[in-house]
């Protein structure tokens, strides 16, 4: 077995046992492993389990990644402690424990595809189906040996109170504790099958470090669990006995901060539910006593699905956002979500652009008084004027000709489909208006899933395309005329979702443009151009263009000017049509997307110390076109930085309230040409603040040279770290 190979079946054993508290942490892990040998035969089992189960399943075709981050096998490590924690150790047992690893693998495989389809997770469903088959079986196979001393306490501490482990591990037992704390301990090691508040103390302070968000909704979970039973009369028993209260922390991780995003919504939801998890609880634990089975976390199971079947195909609620993508922990679900939610808010529209060359004002927005009325009232008409004298026209302004917009090209806005044209209308002298055709010439844009364009007022028999023709963003489509109702030349331009002409106005953002009031030049992303405004769109730089427009298979080596240290990266594109930049080296992922106006990062995972994560920080959003003038800005998540002292406290409050962030921002610094620049520099700041005060601040220098990115200067604490590209070259 090679050592990949290895690593990998230590990296699956070890995640199962993280995955136990809904954590990829490996300190956690390791102590949750740690915490299983409290009796060493529940550990040593454990982890037999975990391993024979993770190669018996990988064997039958799971999902490899999912056996590697444990997804399937703490359900194992359950099964394997409760098995130790009722039967003898012999032949026998033998026998028994592999029949179970084998159901087990099959009930996985079932229950994983079949909840798949309808997206929800199997959790330790089963673990749980598995064991009632085994302990409905059990009491008629004369030759298992049921573990005796464990069935009753105060045997096991006579059987073992000669032992030194066994004295070490309940040192603190017989500690006077608040019966809440002791018992809320307790029923932390309960949960790997051990009695013993030292190693529930240990568990609890390994959950803290691993996770501030996961430590506080299991203590919320257990108080709410708590005290309501106390309201209600219940047995303080129920919550250590047979795993009754592991349902209420479960439950509290999955549904405050694991399969939804961390909100103050979502931890009232936790206490809110806590009744309906002891009713149930309470009545599977005696519907199932019938047939002598414990209901274990089966009310854990329960609650969860059917809230987040609720959730996903009932009635999604705005308050309450599942998390889609499972990171390593809750901290950096609620910091990644609250930046994309910001970032990524318009990232499902189509990217629409002005539909012409050079700059036009806006005459008209929506809105406007003149003939934007409900129901055309989101639309917009652009007209040409002069710098100085803002008028439309050159000369006496009495023909058409002398309009600087007669005649100029329109554009596609967005890629599509031509779906009508109309070019019978005669253009109308200056002042004229044909209301008989009111829109006049117009070409109607099928842009797909129920979106369409309508650009109006064309000049007759300026058609540069026909009905059917496949046009891209930028097409030239016609010419700018003044027919219809139309007094002076000027584009009307509208979205829809009908394809007739003259249908009702849709508010639709223009993705990219430059808007200049009031002498001053700003960038607007996915918004509306406003009436009285100059709007541009924004030209692409060849350099920036070619610099990074990074393709999979690209090689991309950056060497350190101060030492032999290079970093080796290659672009790929995954199975999500997502493209990233890979560093084998620190096993680092850094995803981007290139729009052909905008380079950004998304999401940057792995080792933040590595010079890819600074190349992340750097070119975090990037505009690919050389406007000096303009500074682009952006939010970065606030996992990336972390100040021990403050991180502690900004973890426990993330999901209510942000006072740490971190700002982004870039612009291009310098070109040795401005209209074709063959040499570029860009400068970006990162800073965190807190309480809108700076604590850190990274700055950045890139060279763009030879249609790529040259260089790269890091700039932190009077510290400047240069890097070289040495090449950039494609392997396919």
Known sequence: MTTIQLRYWFRSVINSYGHIFFSKNKILALIVLLVTFGEPKLGLIGFSTVLLFNINIYLWGANKTYVEHGVYGFNALLLGLILAVDFE?????????????????????????????????????PFIFTYWVVALTAPRCANLCFNLPNLYIHNAQVLHQQSVWYMSIHLFDGLTLP???????????????????LLGLLLAFAI??????????????????????RFFGVDMYDLTHHFIGINFMFVAVALGGFYIVPS????????????????????????????????LALAFCTTVSLFLYYIIHVKPH??????????????????????????FKNSHLAIFSLPFFGEW??????????????????????VITDEDTAQTYKNKGTHNEDFFAYDKALLAPADGYVYQIIDNVEDNPVGGNNVAYNWGNTIILNHCNGLFSQLSHIKEGSFKVKVGDYVTKGTILAQCGNSGRSPESHIHFQVQTEPTVGAKTFAYPMAYFLEKANAQTCLKTYDVPAEGTKVSNIEPSVLLSNSFG????????????????????????????????YCSQTQSYAYFVNDKTMFYFTDFNGDTSSLLFYFYLANYRILQSYQPHIVVEDEVPLIHFHN????????????????????????CSYADNSIRPTSMQIESIVRVQLFKKNIQKIDFNITLKDNQIHAISIITNHKTTCYIAENSCSVY
């Not at 919320?220 to 309501?228: D, E, L, P, R, S």
């Not at 809105?367 to 009232?377: E, K, Q």
């Not at 403050?646 to 942000?658: M, V, W």
């Open 179 to 197: 019966p809440i704390i002791a018992t809320y301990l307790r029923t932390l090691a309960a949960i790997l099958f051990q009695n013993s508040v």
């Open 318 to 343: 705005r308050g309450l956002q599942r998390a889609i993508i499972s990171y390593a922990s809750p901290e950096e679900t609620v910091y990644k979500h609250i930046t994309s939610s910001n970032r």
């Open 644 to 667: 021990p002292i403050l991180r502690l406290g900004q973890d426990f409050i993330a999901p209510f309230k942000l006072l740490t962030k971190v700002y982004y921002q870039s612009r």
């Open 550 to 581: 990074l393709l999979p298979g690209q090689k991309i080596i950056f060497k350190s000017t101060e030492s032999n240290q290079s970093s080796e990266w290659e672009v790929f594109t995954n199975a999500y049509n997502q493209t990233y930049i």
């Open 264 to 295: 103050a919504l979502s931890y009232l939801l936790v206490i809110g539910v806590t009744p309906l998890v002891m009713f149930l609880a309470i009545s599977l634990t005696k519907m199932l006593a019938i047939y002598e089975l414990p209901s």
């Open 208 to 229: 803290l470090y691993s996770s501030r968000i996961i430590f506080s909704l299991t203590v919320i979970g257990f108080v709410a669990a708590w005290y309501c039973y």
């Open 361 to 382: 004002t806006v005459s008209q927005g929506y809105n406007g008084a003149i003939t934007h009325l409900p129901p055309w009232d989101k639309a917009l008409d652009f």
């Open 89 to 125: 150790f012999n032949y026998f047992f033998l026998g028994l424990w592999i029949f179970a690893i084998a159901l087990l693998t099959v009930i996985t495989l079932v229950m994983s595809i079949w909840l798949e389809k309808i997206h929800l997770p199997f959790l330790v469903f």
